[in-house]
């Protein structure tokens, strides 16, 4: 990808050109390399934090501990192949379905995003107690987390057909099924794909998070078990299959890509959710009403269920239960939903700082950008929040690390709408700004910052749920105060109403969060 | 009987406030086996009317026949062919399966003096079989989407502007290939243009639109001998043809409307 000139670059020499490119290689792997080495020097001097080892002591730990990865390397891959071929299934069944009848594309849609908008890891114990502490419970999380970005890759993939090719099928009196299969279908599958290789981290996330809670083996747990009993290189080691693993899934969609994308296909996912419904500005009623008439319906089909089959309460409190426990102690629930939003507030606020910043530096320096950018790329389709125990260990049990945790999840997602926003200036405004010579700081404020403001705000919409999600998945780590904290102490203690009420609560901000940074983007992109 | 009869045909679009009028009151006919253009200015409704014939779309007055049948029944007889503005090529699919599509969507054979492997030599594309779209330049995929709508034989064959995407160089090679290739299949055509020489060299009836409503304005037989060449463009005929057009495009009412 190259991002940095919409101006024609001036002719170089034919070595020069040729240096140029064999830099643009050379740099980020020639930093990987300076960064390891500096590493390893600074930890034979001894400067290194007790939670960051030297890479060579990582790398023995793989050679001599490889027998024990094993035992938790299966467990993982079912969950993450089983989830995502799950995830895959379901959203090609609803995409279909939402484009044969176009009357059910809204209602797909909008009950897909209250899906996305639930912080999974909420979820994790209610579906232990319902499927058992086996692979299912894990599998459906996995499922959960992937399901969103394939699902959009297809419904907008299933739409990107050209009017003219529609026409034709008219013209060749071609049936619905003959327009889906040979039209629509392969039309969208570069879509599709571009959707499943963001999937790809997501189901690993999804897969890793699954097993924090109440598994005995997987990548997973052994993060979660070497980092309570301190066993630093384990942690690296988790991590680093957790990153490879994220990078194989990767890899795998990207060659069948590659295998069964074989024409020249230009898929750019759009980042903006709102390209996707029908309809025009009302839309955030319409997705607020939606939601509503689904919790309405959840709660009937709720009571309904535990007054149809006699559920007892361990499985299903009632929804009476439940409400009562919040009225019971509001300023539990009130002061933990405090405490999360502020970690997440803090490091989305962090991050939009950050991005801008770096993103700007990008325009500024393209040489900075060609080196950084591929790191940002490859970084980017790994789990970040696999990281979080890291930084658990590096900077303590507090705020900071919660807050760190959450602007590692937000920073690229954000970044890349930065740069994205800086860089859809069209060619010809720069060229104004050139031939009336104003200076770069001009151009900035004047032609680039107004161009990204609707880009950072989609990236604030995609990055707003991670950060709730990345608040609480901290506080299951570091035992800080928060949403997070009380599922996983009520799961533990068993005091399910408490556990139930949390997760409801939980549900609900992730919801709310979706819909005012949706209402903030479309808003500004009016 | 007329290959095509458009018969007072209106066509009025609902907007979100209002609504817009595209075509009112369109008549025109073409006998079997004539060259007929549509030749106005951008956003006259001459692709919508085209879309009509083809039932893409449906009027919302007046009557359409092809050959006696309404055009739902052409179309879902297969008896339309369309080439569109730009090639509309499914980029998976090689040449030869691109032009084989219409056959595959039909679950027909092959017509005999229609073959696909024939199609793509008549249209002179023998060898790229196995090509893929992306592989072409325009003006070859072009060839292709006109190799495709010949080849169950259509009893129309509907042009909306094919060759509008290419150069000018290309695009009158382009138009004598097309009048070769309709000459050899002996197919009823009717193309949409907004070039007032294209029409006049390639047709035997030129239909001049104008703008908001769309409507026929004035209709005008071209009579330079067939097979037609390059030549014919410097004769006194052409280029009396092309002035009684021109004079037709920017008849005072059509005037007021380009400086409105």
Known sequence: ?526 | MAALQVDQVGMTFALEKGSIKALEGVSLGLASGAFGTIIGPSGCGKSTLLRLVADITQPTSGHITLAGAPPQSARLARRIGFVFQEATLLPWKTVMENVALPLTVARRAPIASRHPQELIELVGLKGFEQALPSQLSGGMQQRVAIARSLVLDPHILLLDEPFGALDDITRQRMNLELLRIWAETGTTALMVTHSLSEAVFMSDKVFVMSPRPGRITAELAIDLPRPRSQAMMKLPAFTDAINMLRDQLFAPDASAELVA
């Open chain 1, 1 to 526: 990808m190259s991002l940095s000139h919409s101006l024609p670059m001036p002719a170089h020499t034919g070595l020069r050109r040729q240096l140029a490119r064999l830099s643009q290689h050379l740099l980020p792997l020639g930093l990987a390399a300076a960064v390891l080495g500096m590493l390893e020097l600074a930890a034979g001097a001894g400067l290194l934090p007790i939670s960051v080892p030297a890479p060579s002591a990582v790398a023995q730990a793989f050679v001599r501990d490889h027998a024990m990865l094993w035992p938790h390397l299966a467990p993982t891959l079912q969950a993450i192949a089983g989830g995502f071929a799950l995830a895959l299934a379901v959203a090609t069944v609803l995409a279909v379905l939402a484009t044969l009848a176009r009357t059910t594309r809204d209602p797909i849609y909008n009950a897909a995003i209250v899906v996305q908008a639930m912080p999974l890891i909420a979820l994790t114990p209610i579906l232990i107690i319902w499927l058992g502490n086996g692979l299912a419970p894990r599998i459906v999380v996995t499922a959960l987390a992937s399901f969103f970005p394939i699902l959009v890759g297809l419904l907008q993939g299933l739409r990107a057909c050209e009017r003219g090719m529609d026409e034709l099928f008219t013209v060749m009196a071609a049936s619905r099924w003959q327009r889906l299969r040979m039209l629509l279908l392969p039309n969208a599958l570069p879509f599709a794909f571009s959707g499943l290789k963001v999937a790809a981290a997501s189901a690993v996330l999804g897969a890793i998070v699954s097993e924090w809670t109440g598994a005995t083996q997987g990548v997973g747990t052994m993060m979660a078990y070497a980092m309570f009993s301190f066993k630093i290189e384990q942690v690296w080691m988790a991590v680093i299959l957790c990153v490879l693993l994220a990078v194989a899934a990767y890899g795998l969609v990207h060659a069948l890509e590659r295998r069964f994308v074989r024409w020249e296909a230009v898929a750019v996912l759009n980042a903006g959710s709102a390209s996707l419904r029908e309809g025009g500005p009302r839309r955030v009623l319409h997705v607020a009403a939606w939601s509503i008439a689904c919790m309405a319906l959840l709660l009937a089909g709720w009571s309904g269920l535990i007054h149809a089959f006699s559920i007892p309460p361990y499985l299903l409190p009632s929804p009476q239960e439940t409400f009562a426990t919040f009225q019971a102690t509001p300023q539990i629930f009130a002061s933990n939903l405090g405490f999360t939003l502020r970690t997440a507030g803090l490091g989305l606020g962090a991050c939009v700082l950050s991005a801008l910043l770096v993103a700007g530096l990008f325009i500024q320096l393209p040489a900075l950008e060609r080196t950084l950018m591929p790191f940002v790329i490859a970084v980017r389709s790994a789990p970040m929040v696999a990281i979080a125990p890291l930084i658990t260990l590096s900077f303590g049990r507090n705020l900071l690390s919660g807050v760190i945790v959450v602007w590692m999840a937000c920073f690229f997602p954000m970044l890349v709408n930065a740069v994205r926003g800086f860089q859809g200036v069209r060619s010809t405004h720069l060229e104004l700004m050139r031939v009336n010579a104003a200076s770069a700081w001009q151009t900035f404020a004047m032609l680039r910052f107004p161009f990204a403001i609707p880009h950072l705000f989609t990236g604030i919409r995609v990055a707003a749920p991670k950060a709730v999600l990345a608040a609480m998945l901290s506080e299951w780590l570091t035992g800080a105060r928060g949403l997070g904290h009380l599922i996983l102490e009520s799961s533990a203690m068993m005091e399910l109403p408490t556990l139930w009420a949390a997760i409801l609560l939980s549900v609900a901000t992730g919801l709310a969060v979706f819909w005012l940074t949706d209402a903030c983007e479309r808003k500004v992109q009016k």
